[in-house]
Structures are given as C-alpha cells and as structure tokens.
C-alpha cells in the first residue's frame, strides 16, 4: 500500500524544508526558497500518489488531512518569508510540519477506497483544501502570535509586525469563508441542506465569528496589541475544537454528520 512509502517522502521534504529553515537565518535567500520549495513538490508528489492509489482525494481521515495540514505549513511559510523576510517563519512552520508528520508516523490511520456517498460530492475536495490552507495561515498567525507574546513580548511589538498579523488574518479568515461556503453546497447536495447547526458546524461558525471579532478588533489602530495577541492564541484553541476536538465531545457521537473520519 502506497502509506509504507509515505516515510521516505515525508524524511526527504524533511531534510528540504530543513535546509531552507537553515538558509533563511543564513540570510541565503535563494536556497532558502528553492530548497522550501523542493520539498514542497516532493510531499505534494507523494499526495498526489496516495489520491491516485485510493482512486479519492486522500481527506477521509485525520492522518489523511494531518497531510495537507503538513504541506500547507511550510507553503504558507514559504508565502509569508518572500513577503515579509521573517528569517524565524521557516523553523517554526517547519517544526510544526514535522510534529504532524510524526504524529502520523507514530499513529496512521486506515487508508481505505472506501468512501460514503455523502464524501463523493465534487464540492468535498475544494471545501477540505481550501479550509486546510486558511488553518495554515491561522497556524502561522498563532506562532506569530506566540512569539510576540513570549518571546519579544507583546508590548514591544512593532507596528510591522502587528500588520502581518493582522494580514495573516484577513487572508485565513477570507479562505475560511470560502471554505464555508464549498462546505454549504457540499452539505446541499449531500444532505439536501445548506446548513444544520449539529456540532461541527456550530463550532465552525464560532470559530468564523472569532476571527472577525479580531478583525473588527484591529480596525482601530489604538487597539491593546497585547490583548489583540491573545485573541489569536484564543481563536486557534477555538480552531483546534473546530478542527478535531469535536470528535472526542459527547454531543457530536452519533449526532454529527461530521463524524465520519471516526468511523
């Protein structure tokens, strides 16, 4: 089965995304970016082998999307160095790539061709990637957040620094919209409506108002940075709930129609 292979592409990104980390604080942009990008190709590369093996988009489990979640992190982080040469977003996208592959080395998931009807609607796959890209992005808004907070201290934030927040952000919670709105059609086709309100779907609006609050939050630029700061560390514990804690609460056994990765 194609997941026996997935630790030797999964080591090779390693050691690219690695390099390019390395290059980053060497202030060796070129290999910085070429290097990132090469592992980025080398793990998309072993996605696409698994969506072809399965003969389905490999979204179906949580080891099936702990994938994208470990492709987009270091895609975002890639996005957010060439924009604003933050040498630190490399290692930290990176390690937090990383802790997601382990976990899927250390606990895979059942890859099988089976798939409900309710997951073979075409809006399925765009709902899941677009929605993993925006939880990248929130994921490099959190570590910013983290090390302003409890690195540099959040009250010595800089005014630049505060705006790539806050873009961060604004572009998450633009693709968390969309992914909203693939996941409504989804939900209409599958289930014959737009929107239920059963477990994940109410911590998924929770989750979007959250970050609007953030948002609407920051419009004035007067605003406590250091408490703006810990609405994102809030709103990612938030996303986290949204994301896979809502499979362990009593309410979604058996209710959600979300649940479908835990059978």
């Known amino acids: 089965m194609i997941w026996q292979y997935f630790i030797y592409f999964a080591c090779c990104a390693m050691v690219c995304w690695l390099i390019g980390a390395w290059a980053a604080w060497k202030n060796k942009n070129w290999l910085a970016y070429s290097a990132t990008g090469v592992g980025l190709i080398i793990f998309l ?3 696409i082998m698994m ?10 489990t949580m080891g099936e999307t702990r994938l994208w979640y470990s492709f987009f992190l270091p895609l975002v982080g890639l996005i957010v160095f060439s924009r604003w040469k933050y040498k630190w977003i490399l290692s930290f996208s990176t390690l937090l790539a990383l802790v997601f592959i382990c976990i899927n080395v250390l606990k895979p998931e059942i890859h099988s061709k089976d798939m409900m009807p309710a997951l073979q609607s075409p809006w399925f796959a765009p709902h899941v990637i677009v929605y993993m890209f925006a939880y990248a992005i929130f994921g490099a808004a959190f570590v910013l957040a983290v090390y302003l907070l409890f690195i540099k201290k959040g009250g010595e934030a800089s005014v630049h620094e505060m705006e790539i927040c806050d873009n961060l952000i604004q572009v998450g919670w633009a693709f968390l919209t969309i992914g909203m709105m693939f996941g409504a059609l989804w939900a209409k086709e599958a289930w014959g409506h737009y929107w239920s309100w059963d477990p994940k779907e109410t911590w998924a609006a929770a989750t979007w108002l959250a970050y609007l609050v953030y948002i609407h939050y920051r419009l004035d ?3 406590n940075t250091v408490l703006a700061l810990w609405i994102i560390l809030i709103n990612f514990a938030l996303l986290q709930m949204c994301w896979w804690g809502i499979n362990y609460l009593p309410s979604a056994q058996g209710a959600s129609v979300h649940t479908y990765s835990m059978q």
């Open 45 to 47: 590369t072993y996605i």
């Open 51 to 60: 969506w072809q093996a399965l003969d389905r988009p490999p979204m179906r």
């Open 221 to 223: 630029r007067r605003s």
